[in-house]
Every structure is written in C-alpha cells, then in structure tokens.
C-alpha cells in the first residue's frame, strides 16, 4: 500500500524550505517602443542618460524569435524616444508635473 501523504517531522520540513531558492522575478511593466524610437534608462539620482542594456531570452520559437529583457536597475526610470534630447525634455515634464501635484496635494 502506498501512502496518500508523507509526513514529516519538524527538522525535514526545515531543511526543506530552506532549499527553496529566494530567486523570483516581478513582473514590473511592458513597454513596446514605437517604430525608430530607442528605450532611454535616466538615472534620478544623477540625471545622467544613458540607452537601456538589455538581456537577450530565447522566447521558444521555432522561427528562432528572441525577446528582450530590460536589466533594471535602482533608481532609474525609462522613457521611449527618438534621442537623448527628447528623453531629457519628457523626463523634465515628468518632474515637473510630479512636483506640481504634490505641491497641490500638501496645500489641502
């Protein structure tokens, strides 16, 4: 006879758990860039604008498609335009706009 469920005492449900690993991915945002445009990553601490780095995944297809993978990092935001220009001008519209509403949200 086999058993329905195997029960274990405390110690291996221990060592258990721990094997598990602390590894898991969130699934933060999607952003697909118009046609021409190039993904920016501006760094809000720093101001400094750089292009997106991206990690290249096999999507499975038998056509060999390949999907990428923003690497995100601490403090940045990213923003799809056509140069570092207009990267710079949305993001200081953002700030801009950002301020306004708390400002109007610490008035009330």
């Given amino acids: ?13 221990l060592q258990v ?3 598990i690993p602390d590894k898991t991915q969130l699934l933060i945002d999607s952003i697909i860039p ?3 445009h190039t993904l920016f990553e501006i760094n809000c601490s720093t101001g400094e604008i750089l292009k997106a780095e991206y990690e290249e995944i096999n999507a499975g297809f038998i ?3 390949v ?4 690497l995100v990092k601490p403090n940045c ?5 056509l140069n570092k220009k207009s990267a710079k001008k949305k993001y200081l ?3 801009i706009q950002k301020t306004i509403e708390q400002h ?4 009330k």
Wanted: with cysteine; hydrophobic share 30%; aromatic share 8%.
């Fill in 1 to 13: 006879m086999k058993p329905d469920r195997i029960i274990l005492d405390e110690t291996d449900k």
């Fill in 17 to 19: 758990v721990q094997q």
């Fill in 34 to 36: 118009f046609k021409g």
């Fill in 63 to 65: 056509n060999g498609n």
């Fill in 67 to 70: 999907r990428k993978k923003i």
């Fill in 77 to 81: 935001l990213y923003i799809s335009c």
């Fill in 93 to 95: 519209n953002w700030v």
């Fill in 104 to 107: 109007k949200s610490n008035k």
